[in-house]
């Protein structure tokens, strides 16, 4: 194997799926425990650890208690070399993880034991099966009271329709958790409770019938393991690479994250059988992880993610050949060539300057307004890698300032955050109005706060009267002039200066559309 080839085989990129509150960031601080990226688990959102938040937006994060951020993490695991990309768990941050599961080659589920299978797990399971993500399934919280663990695959069977292999099964649950059995490895591991700050040293109890486990965990719960496990084992599936491949089937943790146990044994089972970079297709071609020469896309921008470092990154996914500082790449859209020197990785959350990168890493780019979301890189090919989604704006809301003398920073500060993609902003041509597009109401809410963190701009939003908006164009431009007259009034230019209809009603947008047969009405921005 050549030294790339070696270096791809080794790295798994993947991100966390799971319903708000099941434990995403909590498995995140104790995967990150595991890279030795922090000595001591609890940083990750600055809580309870003394340790400052990163912003005043993740202040208001922590005051709502979810997460708006991705983050991304690269840390070595035993002979891999992983990147976990974190995704926010609010609904209406979704287009912001729809899109970071297009970068990644294998996701973890993370399913509250107590709960089950949550709304959010099932939307985001669907998004996965477009692209046959193979799923590695990690059951939290098993140092509270679950429900039934067979019950608990079949509901995952049954709802998501993924075949379930436990490869970890429970010692008791609650106050009475002791641990799991590893089927594989034919052994108990018995928990400690206490240690969910460092790793622990393990008592390990060989084979099942090992009079020992009945000493360490009492008879009863042993013959009760013996019993369960018999019919496990005869019920459920067997752990099966292919089956896993091509996301029909998962293997399926038990543990609790808090209590950082069981960690470990999903990142063994992701480290082994979790693909390496995989192939990603482009309007052209499909795309090698082995390919000698550079591409990769753009699936997220984010503005002022340090205080310290005003600016806006790109976060891009490698797909073939290899990122060296100081390279050149080809910015297909805009057809230029660019000399990347100061690429960023993403190591525990903290940035820093990254001198090589290879396919399934990340890179951060920095931003002046010329890279979107779904932009293409490559070293001189034109291609557009496919499949990054758009989602149209269905919620608008007019941006008010209470201080009117800010009107420049505020339009800077919008353009900026609708970089990200979570919003879109439109100024109506014939008005000084700015007015904002959501797929979801908390994102105005963040758009409100960002401005006060990030731009010093005091602002607060009302209702305005726009159902939808469609991007226009029009080869014949005679009758996209006469069309610029005359429905002018519901005119507006988004973020990148392109035209758009913002419509009153769908009735007003369907009537436009029979009127100028000849303007096409684009549903998102092409991206
Ligand atoms: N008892 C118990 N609580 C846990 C465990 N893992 C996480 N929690 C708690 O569950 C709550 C939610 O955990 P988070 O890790 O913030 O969940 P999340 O999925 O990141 O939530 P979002 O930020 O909303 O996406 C927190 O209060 C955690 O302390 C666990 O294994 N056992």
Redesign the pocket.
Known sequence: MSTHQQEVAKRRTFAII????????????KVMLYGNLIQKAGTV?GRGSGQHAKSDWMEMEKER???VTTSVMQFPYGDSLVNLLDT???EDFSEDTYRTLTAVDSCLM?I?AAKGVEDRTRKLMEVTRLRDTPIVTFM?????DIRDPMELMDEVETELNIMCAPITWPIGCGKEFKGVYHIHRQEAILYQSGHGHTIQDLDIVKGLDNPELDEKIGSELAELLREELELVLGASNEFDQELFSTGELTPVFF?????NFGVDHMLDGLTAWAPAPQPRATDARDVTADEEKFSGFVFKIQANMDPKHRDRIAFMRICSGKYSKGMKMRHVRIKKDVAISDAVTFMAGDRSHADEAYPGDIIGLHNHGTIQIGDTFTQGEEMKFTGIPNFAPEMFRRIRLRDPLKQKQLLKGLVQLSEEGAVQVFRPIDSNDLIVGAVGVLQFDVVVARLKAEYKVDALYEAVNVATARWVDCEDGKKLDEFRRKASANLALDGGDNLTYIAPTMVNLNLTMERYPDVTFHKTREH
Not at 18 to 29: L, V, Y
Not at 255 to 259: K, P, S, V
């Open positions: 799971s319903h708000p509150d099941a434990g995403k960031t909590t498995i995140t601080e959102k208690g979810i997460s926010p768990g609010h993370v509250d939290n919280k098993l140092d509270r543990g609790t994250a808090l209590g």
